[in-house]
């Protein structure tokens, strides 16, 4: 081939390259979204079916290994306890989990990316619905990973940080030191467990650790420096 045409060919394969990465963007938020709006109905079934095999969420403290994993947190863990057993809304039951801010990298490759998102949540049960009533609000970061098994996307690690909580009524302000405990037993001796514990173990609001980025500073290209050391100043450990 002539020099030009070898310069066309490469500028093609270059532009197919970048077309590519573009297209899988598109599908990983595609992927990172229905999780949000399937978490929404507690379709806890088809949330599991987002995950590879060799999935894992880290969650309050834990990380839910694998198929398993995953199942035990989702089914027999929010299933049972949110929706009464059913794959499905349940009357009265607020779970409203937008997903937000992603930046989504994915390898040069095309084999895995990274995301870092956001969750703001509303939740809570009416005062009509069977249950002690309740209304919390709720904010999160996440830092997933994702892998392209036979050309589909799927989810190869849900890390959700969860950051604060508060109530309707009183709001972040007031929220009770370690308002939600972290996980302190694995599997099987909690049978919903998770099967790990995240060292060191995260904290809650007032806490405010930054969670690590998996990217770079996009002007500088240097790491992004995380300065933790008064991020926990007056909070009180158990």
């Known amino acids: 081939m002539s020099e030009d045409t070898t310069a066309l060919v490469a500028r093609i394969e270059k532009l197919e390259h970048e077309l590519g990465i573009q ?8 992927l990172q979204y229905t999780y949000g709006y399937l978490i929404d109905k507690s379709q806890y079934n088809e949330v599991v079916d987002l995950f590879s095999d060799a999935g894992e969420v880290w969650f309050l403290g834990g990380i839910y290994k694998k198929k398993a994993g995953v ?3 989702y089914i027999e863990r929010f299933q049972t306890n949110f929706t009464q057993g059913h794959n499905g809304p349940r009357y009265g039951w607020l779970l409203d989990h937008p997903q937000m801010q992603m930046v989504i990298d994915v390898a040069p490759d095309r084999k895995t990316a990274q995301v870092r998102g956001r969750s703001m949540m509303q939740a809570g049960l009416h005062e009509s619905a069977e249950g002690d009533q309740r209304a919390w609000w709720e904010g999160g970061i996440y830092e997933n ?15 959700y940080y969860p950051f604060w909580h508060g109530t309707f009524a009183d709001g972040w302000a007031k929220t ?3 308002f939600i405990p972290m996980a302190t037993r694995i599997f099987p001796e909690d ?3 998770p099967d790990a514990l995240i060292d060191p173990k995260p904290r809650l ?3 405010t650790d930054t969670v690590p980025f998996h990217y770079p500073h996009p002007v500088t290209g240097q790491p992004i420096a995380i300065d933790n050391s008064r991020a926990r100043e007056g909070y009180k450990d158990k």
Do not use: F, H, S, T
């Open 23 to 30: 297209q899988d963007v598109n599908a990983i938020r595609k």
């Open 71 to 73: 199942r035990r947190l």
């Open 145 to 159: 990973e994702y892998v392209r098994e036979d050309g589909v996307w799927k989810i190869l690690a849900l890390r």
């Open 176 to 178: 009770p030191i370690d």
């Open 191 to 193: 049978p919903l467990g």
């Open 205 to 207: 609001w007032p806490a």
